[in-house]
């Protein structure tokens, strides 16, 4: 009887002792993972930024490649050089030129060789002289309504006279005066439809001759078959 009592206690004492130390076992693990949680999280964390870094870094150099590919190839930029020999020549080639025009126009003006080459050359001064004013009617003709416009360049004279809404049909005169004179060339006609409307274009690019040197302050008059002003302006410089 007391061996079997000795022989139960053994039995719960070992029982007890296994259940202890499976307790035990377990604490220990928690303990190990909580001390180094803060070191696994921290390790993550890190992989993650590096992982978002490289990404940036991927897209950002994709990017910058399409970009590349889409920009149009840069252009060539052309200068001319010219050597102390062949710039010589142009200029000689030039003076003989200017000699020469001096020479057809009769040694005249110095700046008409200038002329004659430019347009020897096909071109034109880069300055020129415009003037131009609407032109408003008279108590003939109150309706009436127009523009007159000169230019003058070295290589071309122009003249324009437009109206319109004119009572009277047929051949008009255009009279230019400068201080009350009126200048080479005036008058001029214009012919006006039945409808009032009417165009005058001079142009000595044209082949016109007899153009009307035309500048500011002068006095630019339409009269009418009677001789009547029903459209008058004063040209301004434009």
């Excluded at 061996?3 to 303990?31: M, N, W």
């Excluded at 230019?176 to 060339?185: H, V």
């Excluded at 302050?217 to 002003?229: A, R």
Aim: charged share 20%.
């Amino acid at each position: 009887m007391r061996t079997h009592k000795y022989t139960k206690l053994d039995e719960q004492l070992a029982g007890r002792s296994a259940i202890e130390d499976t307790d035990a076992l377990v604490h220990t693990a928690q303990a190990v993972r909580q001390a180094f949680a803060p070191q696994s999280a921290n390790l993550d964390d890190g992989l993650e930024r590096a992982r978002a870094r490289l990404r940036t870094t991927v897209r950002s150099q994709r990017m910058r490649d399409l970009v590349d590919a889409q920009q149009p190839a840069p252009s060539r930029r052309w200068s001319l050089h010219l050597s102390r020999p062949t710039a010589a020549r142009v200029g000689f080639a030039a003076a003989a030129l200017f000699v020469g025009a001096w020479m057809v126009t009769g040694m005249g003006s110095p700046l008409e060789p200038a002329r004659v080459a430019a347009r020897s050359l096909g071109l034109s001064s880069s300055s020129s002289a415009k003037v131009e004013k609407r032109l408003q009617p008279t108590a003939i003709d109150p309706l009436a309504s127009g523009n007159a416009k000169g230019e003058q360049r070295t290589d071309r004279t122009r003249f324009s006279v437009e109206v319109e809404d004119v009572s009277t049909a047929g051949t008009h005169a255009v009279r230019i005066t400068r201080n009350a004179t009126p200048i080479a060339n005036s008058p001029v006609s214009l012919d006006v439809t039945t409808l009032g409307a009417g165009q005058l274009e001079l142009n000595t690019q044209d082949g016109a001759t007899g153009v009307p040197v035309v500048q500011a302050g002068d006095l630019v008059e339409v009269l009418d078959s009677n001789g009547d002003v029903i459209l008058s302006a004063t040209l301004v410089s434009k």
